[in-house]
């Protein structure tokens, strides 16, 4: 059986007492040591007139697991609830050698998940140091084991959803006040009762919406911070569909290895999401010899290696890879796809499948760019502006004395993807799942957290390619 709590007169309680001995009958035992009987008057000092039960002062009444005593006692209780463990457990994980699998844990573990309960059911105002502290200790580790500056602004990105560019490293004080509102407001609709509010308007509001909807207005706000527009662009851009799985992504590898990233992989990707320096100096670029800049964007640009081809046939291969599993026979780099005709050898489609509908197949043309180089820096979708001006406008109307239709993909280095290249994978995920027999949604979300993260994986690995070490600095070191 289940604990409950009952408050009316002592006689009633008794009454109450009585009945539930009755259970006994049905192998239901009441034990009174593990009962608790509280006077609501705190001056009074009689005995419980039940037997065995033990008396709990008024000021540190508990019921379901929340406290309802003096200010002391709930935050002292709070205190031991939330903050008692936090410390060692974050020790624990800043000591974590896999940085990825830290994060995953202490966001859907150990973070303001933990928390959620007491948001939802004790005013803020309460217990507003042991939330602090909370915080402080979560915000604290993040960094430390990102090796990042725990600048104020990244600090803020860091603590708003996933799914609009942050870490999902959420703070108790930005949100208890929507919980305890949102809770506040469904109690009375559950139980069909009016109550008075009377907390502070710090604590709970008297405009009702739901806590996923409250959340979501304070992730904006907290969003909306922007300062130059660079970060302004790369904002806009991590507030995509899709454009951020990598970071939700379990990093198992049950079906391949294309969501593990490696430390240095994974920090330098969180480094470009929070805008934080990869490179320590602009030094010049180890290949083309321009200065480049410390958030590394030429680093993505840069045209004198391989890296971009590389990073091109990394996505490359893993849309063929899911075409393939969906058993729709594609092909890489198709030769003749624009017919007979063509002299021009041209093979536009990296990926090809031959029968996509009635009577036509599909060439897709995947491509990588970056939204914060200089041509994209202020356009709105640069991966719906390239789609068009070096794809559909270059390439479509070679298709149309074709067997095949023409569709580019193009994802941008933060993630985003153009609708209609959204549309061709949805469909190519679509079948994959079913042959995998797989439901589809589970199957969806990891097949875009793969996409996700071999964007991320590539974009990091050409930083890293480019990055710059002082030899005379490392000689004065060994000397």
Known sequence: MDDGGIVGSPELLVKVCEILKTGCELGLHLNPAKCEWSWLDPDCSQECPIPGVPITPTDKIQMLGVPLGSPEFVEEFVEKDLCRTTESVMNKLMEFEDTQAALYLLRLSYGICRATFSMRTIPLSLWSKPAAKFDTHIGH???HCLGLKPTPEAYDQASVSTTIGGLGIRRIADHAKGAFTASWHEAQSITHETWSNTFSESDCSDVHQSQQKASAETDAKIMSRLKDPRDAQRLSRLDSP????WLSARPSCLDGKDTILSP?????AVARLLG????????????CK???DLFGDHSLCCKKSGDRITRHNNLRNLVFKLADTGLLA?????LGILGPTD?????PGDVSIKHWSLHRGLA????VICPLAASHLHSLEPCESYAKSQKTDRYAPAFVKSDYDFAPVVFETSGAVNKEGEKVLKQIIRFASKREGITHTVFAARAWARLSCCVQYSAAQQILNRDYVDLTQVADILT
């Open 276 to 287: 934080q320096p990869v490179f320590s100096t602009s030094a010049p670029c180890p290949l």
């Open 264 to 268: 240095k992989i994974f920090r330098v």
């Open 364 to 367: 897709i043309d995947v491509a």
């Open 330 to 334: 594609p092909e890489l780099e198709k």
């Open 242 to 245: 899709h454009a951020n799985a």
């Open 141 to 143: 580790t993040v960094f």
């Open 290 to 292: 321009q200065t480049m």
């Open 343 to 347: 002299k021009t050898l041209r093979r």
